[in-house]
């Protein structure tokens, strides 16, 4: 498996929705390549993987054609048209695509109906429950959407009830589910078609309601995520309180200085330099 690097940072962003890009793709790839998924890098830097039956495949694009930065697609056959689509642009925070990933990644280690079809049973809104469970609230009814949005208005799910073009949701904005979070400007966003299992997009939800708070450097957050975000600085782990045992050892290893009225000699390159202090 590639090295990879998991998100690192010198301080924690509250709310996580608003933690901006890592950008790198480290941690959403990993949970694929540990369940042996292919990899192939083209020369502008793009990542193609594809898991072995050829029938799931995701694109790490950070040179494609537009802000589309993660593209997976799953299909009944390899050679017809996807069953579904997801996709992420390139300024969303790599936790909702990791949760997403590893929720694919356990779905194909247990059947094909756990990834290419609709969960017998259940119903898509509930994958908007862990978003109401961590406050984000229903606004005001629009005909064909299904809004929420958290509590600071600066990050929202909507779901559409109409029929859909099935083409236009691989391609465009206009998929079943599109969540988005940011102020005013330029945004992160996904989109989720209609066929996508509705447990791979509770995944994402359960990510974004999360409200542990994620690990960022600072220096690489955008400006305009700063006055509505929350930083705590990194503290290293405190260094664990010396037991008796330690003490003793250590008051062991001393040293015995010998009582005498002479005088120490200076160090020669033929003598043994005296330990250190602790």
Request: some cysteine; hydrophobic content about 40%.
């Amino acid at each position: 498996m590639p090295d990879l690097e998991l998100p690192d940072g010198d301080v924690y962003v509250t709310p996580r929705y608003l933690a901006g890009s890592t950008w790198t793709g480290d941690a959403a790839l990993r949970p694929l390549f540990d369940i042996g998924w292919d990899r192939h890098n083209d020369e502008y830097g793009n990542v193609y993987v594809a898991s072995p039956d050829r029938k799931v495949r995701l694109g790490f694009l950070p040179e494609g054609d537009d802000d589309g930065l993660w593209r997976i697609t799953a299909y009944r056959d390899p050679f017809a048209a996807p069953a579904w689509g997801v996709c992420f642009n390139d300024m969303t925070p790599i936790e909702p695509v990791t949760a997403f990933t590893t929720a694919l990644a356990a779905a194909y280690t247990h059947s094909p109906d756990a990834y290419l079809h609709m969960d017998d049973g259940q119903d898509r809104f509930d994958a908007v429950v862990p978003l109401m469970k961590g406050g984000w609230k229903l606004q005001h009814p629009r005909w064909g959407v299904v809004e929420l949005q958290s509590a600071d208005g600066l990050a929202g799910l909507e779901y559409t009830t109409g029929r859909l073009d099935e083409a236009k949701e691989l391609t465009t904005l206009e998929a079943r589910w599109y969540m988005w979070g940011g102020p005013k400007g330029p945004r992160w966003y996904a989109t989720a078609s209609t066929a996508t299992p509705v447990h791979l997009v509770t995944a994402i939800t359960t990510a974004l309601a999360d409200p542990a708070p994620v690990p960022r450097w600072q220096s690489g957050i955008l400006s305009s995520l700063r006055p509505h975000i929350q930083l705590t600085p990194v503290v290293p782990p405190s260094p664990p309180a010396p037991t008796p045992l330690d003490v003793h050892r250590r008051a062991g290893a001393r040293p015995r200085l010998a009582l005498t009225t002479t005088s120490v000699p200076r160090w020669s390159t033929s003598s043994r330099p005296a330990a250190a202090r602790r």
